[in-house]
């Protein structure tokens, strides 16, 4: 295969990305299926070194559940809407993982230095801002919401923050696997430090995560992909079982040890949504229903009846699709896993490192369908197989 692509085009979209997130973490949400649908033709008739089908077989599940919920949809005007912007999010996305592996696979030339040097300076760069806004009361912010009259909270940087946690960890673990461990230890640095200055929690415990299972690896390696499959599956299928347990033991100690976070608040959501999986399990209430559904709870740490979403996303996933969305993200969550295994040690270390953090993270913090989450999860992918393809191989 001839390989005629310049990296300049890649690098120009990874610096207008984190740009555009330190100004609305929204940015990656337009940006990526944006990309897609004008990309998808700029490589058309090239080849690509791997295929896409996998991401095409998830487009078309989650759009064939999506719609099958509508027939037993507890309300079917919100799973209709939702479904009317998902769709377009996820072909787009998908249209931009095939494009950007096809672009990938096309480079002209390896040029491992070059990346590492311009990926350490954009995120180094992008943290420093966050550090700068924080310290002086969000300047930046300001300027670009100046119609705002509700008080400005630190915490409008932890999407932000979030999104550069997720790009700079891999390129931490790319910059040790080929000898510049000053890059990594310097990025590190910039990383926790910004990471405990702000109120992200999802971000530190990241942090912890990340260190953890880097370290885990060099022990475990493959068993580590092996052992983290079994732990994710045992506890998405036992969640609805278990959350009502944890909650009513009382586990009031929390709030001591989290301070500045909503322990039993999310522990009260989880066990309520959890008992209205339980009173329909198979088939679910269909899709974007919890924030319309009337739940039987006691108000003890959460104000109302009603929530947004349940700030787990495999519970959302049990209360929108019951078992049969369950079985299809095992199924997909198992080739995922089966792929990874495969891979070389160094791959599969960086990935791994990315991964258990982005799984913990989804179960105690966001709402499955929203629109940054989704892109930066298409953008992740496309972003470690550039890793994987210009700087480890």
Same mark, same amino acid.
């Given at each position: ?54 991401? $095409? ?6 759009? &064939?559940?999506?719609?099958? #919920?509508l027939f037993w949809s ?6 209709g809407n939702r479904l ?17 592996? +096809? ?15 311009? &990926? ?8 420093? =801002? ?5 310290? %002086? ?6 300027? %670009? ?16 923050? &979030?999104?550069? =946690? =997720? ?5 931490? *673990?790319?910059?040790?696997? +080929? ?5 990594? /230890? ?9 990471? =405990? ?33 079994? @732990?994710?599956?045992?506890?998405? +299928? +036992?969640?609805?079982?278990? @959350? ?12 001591? *040890? !989290? ?9 009260? !959501? ?34 109302? #009846? ?12 049990? /209360? ?14 198992? @080739?995922?896993?089966?792929? !990874?295994?495969?891979?070389? &040690? ?15 993270? @989804?179960?105690? #913090? ?5 629109? $940054? $989450? !989704? ?10 197989? /550039? ?7």
């Amino acid at each position: 295969m001839k390989k005629t692509l310049s990296y300049n085009p890649i690098y120009f979209f990874i610096g207008l990305i984190i740009a555009s997130v330190l100004i609305s973490s929204r940015a990656i949400g337009i940006l990526i299926p944006v990309a897609g649908l004008l990309g998808i033709f700029f490589v058309m008739g090239k080849e690509n070194e791997e295929s896409t089908s996998f991401y $095409w077989f998830i487009f078309l599940s989650i759009a &064939l559940l999506g719609i099958a #919920s509508l027939f037993w949809s507890v309300d079917i005007e919100d799973s209709g809407n939702r479904l009317k912007k998902l769709l377009p999010l996820l072909l787009g996305g998908t249209l931009f993982l095939t494009f950007g592996k +096809t672009y990938i696979s096309n480079l002209k030339k390896r040029d491992a230095n070059s990346t590492l040097k311009f &990926l350490s300076y954009a995120c180094g760069l992008g943290l420093i =801002f966050i550090i700068i806004e924080l310290f %002086f009361d969000a300047p930046v912010y300001h300027l %670009f919401h100046q119609d705002e009259t509700e008080p400005i909270y630190m915490s409008v940087y932890n999407r932000s923050l &979030l999104v550069l =946690f =997720f790009l700079t960890v891999p390129l931490i *673990v790319a910059c040790l696997k +080929t000898g510049k461990p000053s890059e990594a /230890f310097a990025l590190t640095v910039i990383l926790f430090f910004t990471c =405990f200055l702000s109120e992200s929690q999802s971000a530190q415990i990241g942090c912890f995560l990340a260190v953890f299972t880097y370290g885990s690896h060099y022990l475990l390696k493959n068993k580590l992909v092996a052992l983290t499959a079994i @732990a994710f599956v045992f506890v998405f +299928t +036992t969640l609805p079982l278990a @959350a009502p347990i944890i909650f009513n033991s009382e586990p009031t100690f929390l709030l001591d *040890v !989290i301070r500045s976070g909503y322990p039993m608040n999310r522990l009260e !959501i989880w066990d309520f949504v959890s008992r209205a999986v339980q009173s329909q399990p198979f088939i679910g209430h269909g899709i974007e229903t919890v924030k319309s559904y009337q739940f039987d709870t006691q108000r003890l740490y959460h104000p109302d #009846s009603t929530v947004l979403h349940p700030h787990n996303m495999y519970l959302q996933i049990w /209360f929108e699709f019951g078992l049969l969305g369950v079985l299809t993200t095992v199924a997909i969550t198992i @080739a995922m896993f089966s792929k !990874i295994i495969k891979m070389t &040690l160094p791959h599969q270390q960086m990935l791994m490192t990315l991964l258990i953090p982005y799984l913990a993270i @989804a179960a105690v #913090s966001y709402g499955l369908w929203q629109s $940054w $989450w !989704i892109g930066l999860t298409f953008f992740l992918i496309v972003y470690l197989y /550039f890793l994987r393809k210009s700087v480890l191989r």
